[in-house]
């Protein structure tokens, strides 16, 4: 039965409240509108951008339904615009938008579309409006995706169409974590043959750096992480080394340069601390190395720095989404899995039924899991 231009009931997880459990609930979601679709979510991963919309530095927009990343889902219904995908299409929703008309979607390097919601969230489409509803009031979106919900309305800037025998389980990690770590090696750092390079996090986006720096033909790949239960997995992915920084009396990017003879050629912070981010910057070769910010601090944060840092040669950068502009590349990324050129298996250590949602939170805080993948 067609369900076009109705509104459909089903269940998503409900954020009330910042910091607090989700609340698992029937909302309401009305038909897309022009240049909308609406999905039906199949798969979707935790994230830690997810947590940091939990705890209200990433979005504040309440109540809302979360979900930023890791997400594949089946086109359910089309409405009133004329898309590229049609229903029973596999796509993967994008929380960085790719328009193809603002100035930044035009420059040939940039990705962040400036018709996204990540800087100053809204918590709406880009209408202004929400699509879900509980208990009659109005549920917020977040970053244009939110997957946390058996249906959920994109805008079709927000959506790529993939290949159709993709597994949905496992490249929703495309969505989000993989491709933001790999770029941030491939194409932001743009890491070369026979290198150095020193990553700060093992979590599914710093696993996924190691991905991008091994691909990239890099000669060492330094893993740090201070929970060494992350080792045996960083090595698995291609790190040749991994340092416990709480083994150390000095600090780590001492530690770092004497072990690389002067400073890495690529540095990576892949954790969200500012501590981190300045070690990870201290540890590049002062005259030519690359240091490049893929973690999200918590809050509102700053850094003050010595200019005599960048004076000396290094350069210090960051990415969204490893900078690959959103909705030409996830189909590429998707067919690059299909013929084996990554795998995705590392990442992925616990799979739940989506109703599970706050136990796949509490593997992600306690930092027992990779990635925890949602099944509908
Ligand atoms: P995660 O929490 O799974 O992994 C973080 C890792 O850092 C864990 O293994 C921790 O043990 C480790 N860690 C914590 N503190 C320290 C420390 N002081 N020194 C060394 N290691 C430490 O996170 P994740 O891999 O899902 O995400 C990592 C960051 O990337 C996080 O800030 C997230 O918000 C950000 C992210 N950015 C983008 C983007 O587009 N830039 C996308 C997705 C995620
Ligand atoms: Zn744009």
């Known amino acids: 039965m067609s369900t076009a231009g109705k509104v459909i009931k089903c269940k998503a997880a409900v954020l009330w409240e910042l910091k607090k459990p989700f609340s698992i609930e029937e909302v309401e979601v009305a038909p897309p509108k022009a240049h909308e679709v609406r999905i039906k979510l199949v798969a979707t991963g935790i994230c830690r951008s997810d947590d ?52 930044v979607c035009k420059h040939p390097e940039a990705n962040l579309c400036q018709k996204g919601d990540l800087k100053e969230s809204q918590g709406t489409l880009n209408d202004g409006t929400c699509r879900f509803t509980c208990r009659g009031k109005p549920i917020h979106h977040f970053l244009g995706t939110s997957t946390f919900t058996q249906y959920t ?51 599914g986006v710093g696993l996924s750096v190691i991905m991008g720096c091994k ?24 790190a040749t080394e991994c340092i416990n920084p709480q083994d150390y009396e000095k600090p780590i990017e001492k530690v770092l340069k004497e072990v690389s003879g002067g400073g890495v050629d690529f540095s990576f912070e892949v954790i969200g601390r500012l501590e981190t981010m300045m070690s990870s910057l201290l540890c590049c070769q002062e005259a030519y190395g690359v240091s490049v910010i893929v973690g999200v601090p918590p809050n509102a944060q700053t850094i003050s720095m010595n200019p005599m840092l960048l004076l000396t040669g290094r350069t210090w950068k960051g990415a969204i989404f490893g900078g690959f502009k959103s909705k030409e590349s996830v189909p590429k990324l998707v067919s690059d899995f299909m013929a084996k050129k990554f795998s995705l298996d590392q990442l992925i250590t616990h799979v739940l039924p989506f109703e599970k949602i706050n136990e796949g939170f509490d593997l992600l805080r306690s930092g027992k899991s990779v990635r925890t993948i949602l099944t509908f």
């Open 52 to 103: 940091h919309g939990v705890n209200g530095s990433l979005v504040a927009c309440l109540p809302v339904i979360l979900g930023s990343c890791l997400d594949t889902v089946e086109i359910n219904t089309i409405k009133e615009s004329v898309l590229s995908s049609s229903p029973g299409d596999k796509v993967i929703p994008l929380f960085v938008p790719q328009c193809g008309e603002c100035n």
């Open 153 to 203: 309305v994109v805008n079709e800037m927000s959506v790529a169409k993939i290949h159709e025998d993709a597994p949905l389980e496992k490249v929703c990690l495309i969505g989000c974590g993989f491709s933001t770590g790999y770029g941030s090696a491939v194409k932001v750092a743009k890491v070369t043959q026979g290198s150095t390079c020193a990553v700060f996090g093992l979590g």
């Open 215 to 238: 691909a990239a033909g890099a000669a060492r790949i330094i893993a740090v992480d201070i929970n060494k239960d992350k080792f045996a997995r960083a090595k698995q992915v291609g």
